[in-house]
């Protein structure tokens, strides 16, 4: 079982970044997949999720920012982020709960002008 994050880098306030968790080693589309975050001295916390039938929870620092999406046929999932301030800086996760929670490597986030 395997998470791969990529998309992350640097952006100016404003500006936007597409990430992407691509997954391998499971049955994809059956299981819910979220994206966690976690700032340089801060807990990680949960963005988003979107579940196997495609609903969506979001926290509520990135409600209306943030979109999260999947593409089963890719066993890939989305985190389209916008309007991004310097406080989304984070190392970004993508993790998926199985017999324990898998974690991806992370991919690093950083809005600064």
């Known amino acids: 079982v395997q998470l791969v994050e990529s998309g992350g880098g640097l952006v100016n306030p404003g500006g936007s970044l597409r990430l992407s968790c691509v997954a391998s080693g499971f049955t994809f589309s059956s299981y819910p997949i979220s994206w966690y975050r976690q700032a340089p001295g801060k807990q990680r916390e949960l963005v988003a999720v979107?579940?196997?039938?495609?609903?969506?929870n979001y926290a509520d620092s990135v409600k209306g920012r943030f979109t999260i999406s999947r593409d089963n046929a890719k066993n890939t999932v989305y985190l389209q982020m916008n309007s991004l301030k310097p406080e989304d800086t984070a190392v970004y996760y993508c993790?998926?709960?199985?017999?324990?929670?898998?974690w991806g490597q992370g991919t690093q986030v950083t809005v600064s002008s």
């Open positions: 993790n998926v709960f199985l017999q324990g929670l898998v």
């Open positions: 979107i579940r196997s039938g495609g609903t969506t």
